[in-house]
């Protein structure tokens, strides 16, 4: 169903042709916004790179209309490429294969290889279908986030990371929240670089084998893995200090903190407990001492709301966010990287 935001026929050929003009669009997928520019414009594609602050040798995504023709992108179709694309697509799956000459070098940072997707959300498809009438039909798109921040999720996360200035396609919260599975097809044997919402067990139904993890791959004859900028241990990190805890010791730890006189954010699968009033927060006009998001139970819905949550939790700029680790079981696979990932690269204000 469409949301009263969501952009109407115009807007959308509005946004195709600024793409086919090299310039750059904010779009939504169903796994968080992206930062798109036409792929087959290397001028275009460099400004993602300088917008972002990304190195230049960190290749991007490159996202396809449904039912286009890969063979125009990538090498070979193999069995693999024609199964998974047939399972998932549209859908949060990226795969990594050989690309042809038409993807230009800018796009993968002087790799052999690409990263194609094909995404689900409704205004993705539109935009790449009304571009494909005017241009290349393929869009670069990272995510929509300056290098190294927290995944936007909303338009207005976009606002907040760009400005007001950038061209951004409304099309409401994003459904997945976390960015897409990565599988490495262009080796030996196919390598999971990135766990997101389509899962290692789901790939393994279709594929009829687990996909190798990187450290299985790193060593192997299927070669060292390639550079993947998600793949940095400090990434989709908050500029406030986060520090995973476990519920047993949450409560504890919250209490240390705010009897120092700090102020504390929280993100726990708990309710708010009734702390002891503490006269952190004197002098600091409108600030609570204690910010407390009660999180969702289920791993999917968790995932959807997460990185909201995080800026949330960063906007309220306390000394700490403590977020209570979710399960270590396979369901919460992806969303335990990013934590991971989130409580490493914090704290750089
Ligand atoms: O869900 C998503 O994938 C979102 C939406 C916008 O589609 N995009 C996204 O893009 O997360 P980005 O640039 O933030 O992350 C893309 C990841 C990076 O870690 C990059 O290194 C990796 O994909 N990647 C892209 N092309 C690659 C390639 N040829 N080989 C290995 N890794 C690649
Ligand atoms: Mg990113």
Redesign the pocket.
């Known amino acids: 169903m469409r949301s009263g935001t969501t952009p109407g026929k115009d807007a959308i050929q509005r946004a195709a042709q600024a793409l086919a003009a090299g310039e750059l669009v904010a779009?939504p997928?169903e796994?968080?916004?992206?930062?798109g520019a036409d792929a087959g414009n290397a001028d275009a594609v460099r400004k993602i790179f300088a917008t972002k602050g990304?190195p230049a040798d960190?290749?991007?995504?490159?996202?396809v209309a449904k039912g286009a023709d890969l063979s125009a992108w990538a090498q070979t179709i193999s069995p693999e490429l024609k199964a998974l694309t047939k399972a998932f697509w549209p859908g949060?799956l990226?795969l990594?294969v050989k690309?042809t000459a038409r993807i230009p070098e800018v796009v993968?940072?002087g790799?052999d290889?690409?990263?194609l997707?094909c995404?689900a959300h409704p205004v993705a498809q539109e935009l790449l279908a009304a571009f494909a009438k005017l241009g290349s039909g393929i869009i670069a798109?990272?995510?929509?986030?300056r290098f190294g921040h927290v995944?936007p999720t909303t338009a207005q996360h976009v606002r907040d990371e760009f400005g007001a200035d950038l061209t951004v396609l409304d099309g409401g919260p994003c459904a997945?929240g976390?960015?897409?599975t990565?599988l490495?097809l262009?080796r030996a044997e196919p390598v999971l670089?990135?766990p997101?919402a389509i899962s290692r067990q789901a790939l393994a139904e279709v594929l009829g084998r687990a996909p190798l993890t990187q450290d299985e791959a790193v060593g192997s004859s299927t070669g060292a893995a390639?550079?993947?900028?998600?793949?940095l241990a400090a990434h989709y990190a908050p500029m406030t200090p986060l520090r995973l805890v476990t519920g047993l010791d949450l409560e504890t730890e919250v209490e240390k903190l705010l009897a120092d006189g700090k102020r504390v954010a929280v993100l726990a699968f708990a309710a708010k407990p009734r702390l002891r009033p503490s006269p952190v927060g004197v002098g600091i006009r409108n600030a609570r001492p204690l910010v407390w998001i009660t999180a969702e139970a289920g791993a999917a819905e968790y995932a959807r709301d997460l990185y909201a949550h995080l800026r949330t939790l960063d906007a309220a700029a306390t000394a700490t966010i403590l977020v209570e680790a979710p399960p270590l079981s396979a369901p919460w696979e992806a969303v335990n990287d990013r934590l991971g990932r989130a409580a490493t690269g914090s704290g750089r204000r």
């Open positions: 779009l997928t796994t968080v916004y992206g930062l990304r960190h290749p991007l995504i490159v996202h949060p990226t990594i690309k993968t940072g790799q290889t690409v990263g997707r995404p798109a990272p995510s929509a986030n995944s997945v976390i960015e897409s990565i490495d262009s670089l990135r997101g390639p550079r993947v900028s998600g793949s």
